[in-house]
């Protein structure tokens, strides 16, 4: 194996160990953290050591076929980029579970926390590392489902559960949107693989789609990276515990916008249309989120409004399109990831320590925190830009390339004086940060008396603020290597020449620098009437009042169409449902057809078998039962026989017309909805309500039959229609392709595999749904019929209980032999899990569930785990062979005495269906079983069991 083919354990190692250090919190709490940090440990080495052989060999890629169809692929890449921004995922990330060892109480679950921390781990190096765009946006999507469980880790506080919906909404939406503009992008250069896309520039750039491809990514963008104005859902992310407010903040979430900013630089940036919108969003960015930063009290207000500024000032850079100003934003999200995340960690220390973050009632805590309070102020220098700290190299290189760009946006005089104000309220908020925590007179009476923190929460903070030092003073040493390998990756060139020397001379940056320094430090100084001021005036203003406007009309929008459409009452969602689904149809027919082709395919008689008399009288039957049933509804276990007469006579249609696959299942399924419906009638009246007037019976009957009528005539002249069947197709590779006779279980385990699993995946979640719905649920129940006699007292009589244990042996025999004879013959593991889930329910129907399950021992949610895991594990098997995602094989052996045997991968899949299909069905029907242990008397029949002789029709009202 190549080394680069290591980057998918890179990737899935912190989402394998994610469910493991969950459940090694159950045993010992600090075991979590101790998986979490070995998990990340080992990806850190792994991605080390790729790092080393790769070389001067990047950028380098891996690719695996997963759906070639749709351009989907599995692949990773690295280059400088992807190097740079893994690093820093995986190094800050092993501080972050260090430190949050010690932040986390002994109330807060470790287990849950850091299964969350994994998983976002494991998403953000999913989106850095991926090669092919659509999984990026699979991994981007990812990050927002982890940040949102991230966020609301403490969810029993009102902030951290709207908190985690702001950002999810946000976010959300905008992954909607880079998925729209990913798609784009794939159709202009006809490839989704990044190596691709970066190569076809120009191609893009000169494309009538590159205006809206590029609006949709800028969307997903600047939602993520919290630009304006989607700058707001991120203050309200603090409610988060601070160790993920220094992640988030520092080497992920955020920064994914940002990543892929420089990610699409190549391909997107050079365009005017590309100038405009990114440095207008980041120039406002900076400022706004500079100048709200310095009125917050709470510092990881403070801090959040920092990072919006900062992240709009990387993002300024990258929107004036310059090979140098890609150079400075680089420069800057590797400071910026240092000082903040040593920032966040001081706040949470601080918080930790003392009981609040509110500044105006912390000061003087550096008499009691002398090493938090030195931390704090290199931390907080660095990001004020003061010489000596890494910040300050990177903003002389924004100032350096504001003042080159000045003249592309407006007046030569306005982009200067606009950058410096923003470098001069970073010196205000960074020197408020540090004065009214750590100096000013201290309020005294805070909830904990103040005192250093262990010596292990600090060390993470160490290493990072030596590191602010480190880069401030030997900048070409330090980070020199690191930056030119990124910048070649954001470039996919060299790049131009550029310093990191200390001292460029007496020139208009250093002056900007002078101004942002001395003005900040006085404005600080004149802190109190500015505050006053912003209070008459300013703070009143909140982007979350029009997002919650918006989200308030949509809510009553959403409920008023609702209420238009489901009153209550089932018969108006029958109908409303059918007759949409009717007009669409015919819509889409006549569109394509018009009615004098409609016509002449009504006049068409359908080439084939006509059918014999036989057939006719089947059909007939159908009729006939259907109209039964429709006359007799009211009478539900009437009814329920009735309809299972014509599910049988539509599964003898399927064998008369050669689908013996299609029988089989019908009939298994059949038998399986018999035994759901007689369970569900056990809690409802036997009989249903009639219709109230004469008027309603006709009004539904002529909706009926005209809908039945429509569907008909809809469907005749669909099927008489000429069309070319693709079913020769299938005829023709069955058994070259997938070594199969049968050809229906080979489209499903072979041909249209991945389908197979979408459902078997979306069956288990609705068993798992339907479980935790009844689980522990009770239900009235009735001991009487309608006619007030009482059931039997024998709820598992002999004869059922004999009988069952008789058939159980052959129908699992019967059910063995359809799974593996299904390749070849009619069955296959979605038919043989029926059969055998059916035997099962039977057995505990027959012996009530508490003797059924002390035999029989079914761990159904395991089977369904297990089921799921087979299934996944046959199509990853296929890809390490470097073929599509589950691509079948097959051989044949020539045993002794038994002769030639076939032996097929699609077995393995199959049998993860019929694990699924079992554990699913037996799940669902158990469940529905067991609401008899928790069963009430059902009020309906309260006055039947006082006088017996009460009309039956009293028993009819709705359950």
Not at 6 to 17: E, N, Q, T
Not at 69 to 81: A, H, I, M, N, T
Not at 902 to 907: D, F, G, K, N, V
Request: proline share 5%.
């Amino acid at each position: 194996m190549k080394a680069i083919e290591l980057l998918a354990v890179v990737v899935l190692l912190p989402f394998l160990a994610a469910p493991v250090a969950a459940w090694s919190a159950r045993f010992n709490r600090h075991a979590a953290a101790w998986v979490a940090g070995a998990a990340t440990a080992l990806s850190l080495a792994i991605f080390v050591w790729i790092c080393f052989v790769q070389g001067s060999a990047m950028p380098v890629a891996t690719s695996h076929a997963w759906i070639e169809s749709v351009g989907l692929s599995f692949g990773f890449r690295l280059d400088g980029l992807s190097l740079l921004f893994a690093g820093l995922i995986l190094v800050i990330g092993l501080l972050i579970v260090i430190y949050a060892r010690y932040y986390l109480s002994p109330k807060d679950c470790m287990g849950r926390f850091f299964a969350y921390l994994l998983m976002f781990m494991g998403a953000m190096l999913g989106v850095v590392l991926s090669e092919n765009m659509i999984n990026l946006v699979i991994f981007w999507e990812l990050t927002s489902l982890a940040s949102f469980l991230l966020i609301s880790y403490w969810q029993h506080r009102k902030e951290a559960r709207y908190g985690a919906r702001l950002a999810l909404a946000i976010t959300g939406a905008g992954g909607l949107a880079l998925l729209g503009g990913v798609l784009i992008l794939g159709h202009i250069v006809g490839s989704y693989e990044l190596t691709d896309v970066l190569a076809s520039g120009e191609l893009i750039k000169n494309h009538e789609l590159y205006a809206p491809a590029l609006i949709l990514i800028l969307l997903g963008v600047f939602t993520k990276s919290a630009q304006f104005p989607f700058h707001f859902w991120l203050p309200n992310a603090m409610a988060a515990p601070t160790p993920v407010s220094a992640y988030l903040h520092s080497a992920t979430m955020v920064k994914a916008g940002i990543f892929l900013l420089a990610r699409f630089f190549p391909a997107l940036a050079g365009t005017e249309l590309w100038v405009i919108i990114v440095s207008t969003a980041g120039l406002i960015t900076f400022l706004l989120g500079a100048y709200t930063a310095l009125f917050r009290h709470d510092l990881k207000g403070l801090l959040a409004y920092s990072t919006i500024s900062h992240l709009g000032l990387i993002t300024l850079l990258f929107g004036f399109g310059t090979p140098l100003a890609a150079v400075a934003g680089i420069f800057h999200i590797i400071n910026h990831a240092t000082f903040k995340a040593s920032l966040f960690m001081v706040a949470g220390i601080v918080d930790h320590e003392t009981g609040t973050r509110d500044m105006r009632r912390l000061g003087g805590l550096i008499k009691y925190m002398p090493h938090t309070a030195a931390l704090g102020m290199i931390a907080a220098m660095a990001m004020a830009g003061v010489p000596l700290f890494n910040g300050f190299l990177s903003k002389e290189m924004f100032f350096t390339e504001s003042v080159r760009a000045a003249g592309d946006l407006g007046p030569v005089w306005l982009l200067p004086i606009l950058v410096s104000l923003g470098g001069l309220l970073s010196v205000a908020y960074s020197l408020r940060f540090v004065h009214d925590t750590f100096f000013g007179k201290p309020d005294g009476d805070l909830p904990k008396t103040p005192h250093e923190p262990p010596g292990m929460m600090k060390r993470p903070v160490d290493l990072l603020v030596v590191l602010c030092l480190a880069v401030g003073i030997l900048p070409a040493l330090v980070v020199g290597p690191l930056l030119h390998v990124a910048v070649t990756g954001v470039l996919q060139a060299e790049p131009p020449y550029y310093s990191l020397s200390l001292w460029h001379g007496l020139n208009l940056p250093l002056l900007m620098s002078a101004v942002a320094l001395i003005g900040g430090v006085g404005l600080y100084l004149l802190r109190k009437p500015i505050f006053r001021w912003h209070g008459r005036s300013m703070a009143h203003l909140d982007a979350r009042v029009p997002y919650n406007r918006l989200m308030e009309l949509l809510m009553r929008s959403g409920a008023g169409l609702t209420g238009l459409v489901d009153n209550g009452r089932l018969g108006r969602i029958v109908i409303m449902t059918v007759v949409f689904a009717l007009i669409a149809g015919l819509v889409g027919y006549f569109h394509t057809a018009g009615l004098p082709e409609v016509r002449a395919a009504l006049d068409r008689t359908m080439d084939g078998d006509p059918g014999d008399w036989v057939t006719w009288l089947g059909i007939a039957l159908i009729v006939l039962m259907t109209l039964v049933t429709v006359i007799g509804h009211r009478q539900r276990l009437f009814a329920l026989i009735s309809m299972s007469v014509v599910g049988l006579g539509v599964a003898m249609l399927f064998a008369r017309f050669s689908a013996p696959d299609l029988a089989m299942t019908q009939l298994s399924v059949e038998v399986v909805t018999m035994i759901l419906l007689l369970l569900a009638l056990f809690y409802l009246p036997q009989q249903s309500r009639a219709l109230s007037t004469p008027q309603r019976r006709w009004r539904d009957g002529g909706i009926a039959v005209l809908v039945g009528g429509g569907i008909t005539a809809l469907t005749w002249a669909i099927i008489s229609r000429p069309f070319e069947s693709i079913s020769g197709y299938f005829l023709d590779h069955a058994v070259p392709g997938g070594g199969g006779h049968n050809v229906v279980n080979v489209i499903l385990v072979d041909f249209r595999g991945y389908d197979t699993f979408g459902e078997i995946t979306v069956l288990a979640l609705a068993a798992l749904g339907i479980y935790a719905m009844l689980h522990n649920l009770s239900l009235p129940s009735s001991r009487r019929d309608p006619f007030g006699r009482i059931w039997s007292d024998d709820p598992h009589p002999l004869l059922l209980r004999t009988f069952t244990q008789l058939i159980l042996p052959l129908t699992l025999l019967f059910g063995f032999f359809v799974f593996l004879r299904g390749h070849n013959e009619p069955g296959g593991g979605f038919i043989a899990g029926l059969i055998v889930a059916s035997a099962v329910v039977a057995q505990y129907m027959a012996n009530g569930i508490e003797n059924a399950e002390a035999k029989l021992h079914l761990p159904n949610h395991g089977i369904i785990g297990v089921g799921l895991l087979v299934a996944l594990g046959t199509g990853l098997v296929s890809m390490l062979f470097g073929v599509p995602f589950l691509t079948s094989a097959y051989t044949h052996l020539d045993l002794p005495v038994i002769g030639d045997i076939e032996i097929a991968s699609a077995i393995a899949f199959d049998l993860g269906v019929f694990l699924v299909v079992l554990g699913s069905t037996v799940l669902i029907l158990l469940n529905l079983g067991r609401l008899t242990k928790h069963a009430v008397e059902h009020p309906d029949y309260e006055s039947i069991e006082a006088n017996p002789a009460t009309d039956s029709t009293r028993g009819g009202r709705d359950a």
